[in-house]
């Protein structure tokens, strides 16, 4: 049952969701509709900076895992997915991070000549709203505010003073000029220590319907056109049709996912499975990759961790939980000498596994002065047990070389594909990783910590680094390219305005079309990459204005 027509229809309201729906509505005579799968929330676990640490429970989260997983032990991994309006500027990881300016260069180097740096940046720029820098790399008028981490400490200055000692740059801003070195992590967080939503852009345009609880099943075509959108809704079938665009924002494992329901994706897959093929393009799921980090945890001398801190103010959170407002879990977290404005996350890092030969880091480092745990710790009994004193050293590797997928495995939306990581798959990857370690333990000896520093706790210094790491590496939760763009249409999925290749008015506007892995946070890279699609969709359905008379006359003048 067709239910409405609007000229827009974006599938996802997550952050690239949100910002392209924005921008499109700014033109007042246009309508928009937004497909969200999940509910808008407004608890405090999205509001409270410091309580991001909370993992999204099953109402927020699409409850993802990966196939056993051969580099890791066939391991399955969960995989987040924020299932939630304003996605994961909602809940999920709130580092801004946009990577290398040398990731967007590597584009531009495989034809992609509009995504080169000094054309992205200004995309970042326009969506920024810094609090702390003044310079050419940021914003200071856009809907998404950034701040650095002002919390300081012994622990973290001497830190700092570790890595310059061991050759590393103080950086305080390694969204600027540099990205290499160790300084401040950079927060999604306003100047009155809320977390950035996007979210609440979407609700003061008239012009925008959120439809929420809304899973998209299938783009509806008519030849080679996309014309609708098929949805269920509380076990209804729904239909919306578009005037202009249908564009998935629906996150690299759902946007393929839907494609391939579509009848787009390998004739393989879509024979075996009974689905009429609109378009065969083999590269729909392929291509898909992550950042993937081992854990590192380290002893402290008494008086430098905030584990017991932590601690109790979780535990009285969790006790009376229901019962709770953004307030008072202020107060709790303030009452144990934590600042709730910021996630536990002082210190960040970015280094290069070989500084002779690659031209950005391949390596970041996130150091927690509390001991969060996670699934590595629960999973494996290969953990030592943990004193009280200890730091979380999450040691990322960002340019991976391994390959993954993602396919559905029958035609029922609410059937979860099947995701392959393939991790650790390339020896390049777990060489980095061991590199890595290597590199943080020669931090760790400087004399500049004797004062904090009391031991290697994970791995320790007796362990396997290979077992470790197949044994304990989990995701960053930061997946990308399973419908990359490109040049031409070899292996890929779109070309560079998000375009389905053979298909009209379907583009794609999330990470899924990233072509290369940037070292940075996902998040903040699809909110620029919406911004960019954006301004390609409004010039393509721009109405045609023809030249006057003078204008033509001068034109033949060659005026």
């Known amino acids: 049952m067709i239910q409405s027509t609007f000229d827009y229809i974006i599938v996802g309201g997550g952050t690239a969701g949100c910002t392209l729906a924005a921008r499109l509505a700014e033109d007042p005579d246009v309508s928009v509709i937004i497909l969200e799968a999940g509910e808008q929330t407004e608890s405090w676990e999205s509001t409270v900076p410091i309580a991001g640490t909370w993992l999204p429970g099953p109402g927020q989260d699409w409850q993802f895992e990966t196939e056993p997983e051969p580099g890791l032990l066939h391991r399955k ?112 967080v306003d100047q009155s220590g809320v977390r950035c939503t996007l979210d609440k852009g979407v609700a003061s345009f008239s012009n925008i319907k959120r439809k929420l609880n809304c899973l998209v099943d299938r783009v509806i075509f008519e030849k080679k056109t996309a014309v609708g959108v098929q949805t269920v809704r509380f076990g209804e079938e729904e239909e919306y049709r578009c005037n202009k665009e249908i564009i998935l924002c629906a996150g690299p494992y759902n946007t393929p996912a839907i494609l391939q329901r579509s009848g787009v994706g390998d004739v393989e897959l879509l024979d075996r499975l009974g689905i009429h093929k609109v378009r065969n393009i083999p590269a729909v799921g392929r291509g898909l990759q992550d950042h993937l980090y081992v854990p590192m945890c380290i002893q402290l001398k008494p008086g430098f961790s905030l584990n017991a801190k932590h601690a109790a103010a979780v535990s009285e959170i969790d006790e009376n939980r229901e019962s709770l407002n953004e307030e008072a879990v202020r107060a709790i977290y303030t009452s144990k000498g934590l600042d709730p404005n910021f996630p536990p996350i002082p210190i960040t890092g970015f280094v290069r596994s070989e500084p002779l030969v690659l031209q950005k880091p391949d390596i970041q480092y996130i150091l927690l002065p509390v001991l969060l745990g996670g699934p590595w710790i629960e999973s494996n009994a290969c953990i030592p047990s943990v004193p009280e004193e200890t730091m979380d050293i999450i040691v990322a590797l960002l340019n991976p070389a391994s390959r993954g997928s993602v396919a559905i495995t029958s035609r029922n939306p609410a059937d979860n594909p099947s995701i392959k990581h393939n991790y650790l798959e390339e020896k390049r990857d777990l060489d980095t990783l061991k590199t890595a370690i290597g590199k943080m333990r020669e931090i760790l000896s400087q004399p500049e910590l004797e004062v904090v520093y009391r031991k290697e706790v994970v791995p320790g210094q007796a362990r396997d680094l290979e077992e470790h790491i197949r044994e304990t590496a989990w995701t960053m939760n930061r997946p990308a390219g399973s419908c990359r763009m490109a040049r031409d249409e070899k292996d890929s999925v779109c070309d560079y305005k998000g375009r389905v290749w053979g298909l009209k008015q379907l583009r794609i506007a999330d990470s899924s079309l990233m072509p290369g892995m940037p070292a940075g946070s996902v998040t903040t890279v699809a909110n620029m990459i919406a911004e960019k699609i954006s301004d390609y969709v409004k010039a393509d359905n721009a109405p045609y204005i023809p030249p006057s008379q003078e204008e033509e006359e001068g034109s033949k003048r060659g005026l």
Not at 80 to 86: I, N, R, S, T, Y
Not at 107 to 132: H, M, Q, T
Not at 148 to 155: A, F, K, Q
Request: proline content about 3%.
């Open 77 to 188: 991994i969960q995989v987040a997915q924020p299932k939630v309006l304003g996605g994961g500027s909602t809940i999920g990881e709130m580092m801004y991070a946009r990577g290398n300016a040398d990731d967007y260069q590597g584009w531009y180097r495989a034809g992609l000549i509009d995504w080169a740096y000094d054309k992205v940046l200004p995309y970042f720029k326009k969506s920024e709203c810094n609090l702390d820098s003044k310079d050419n790399f940021h914003g200071r008028n856009g809907q998404i505010s950034v701040k650095r981490n002002t919390h300081t400490s012994v622990l973290t200055k001497q830190f700092i003073k570790a890595a310059e000692s061991t050759g590393y740059r103080n950086n305080e801003d390694y969204n600027g000029k540099h990205q290499d070195g160790f300084g401040p992590a950079h927060f999604t």
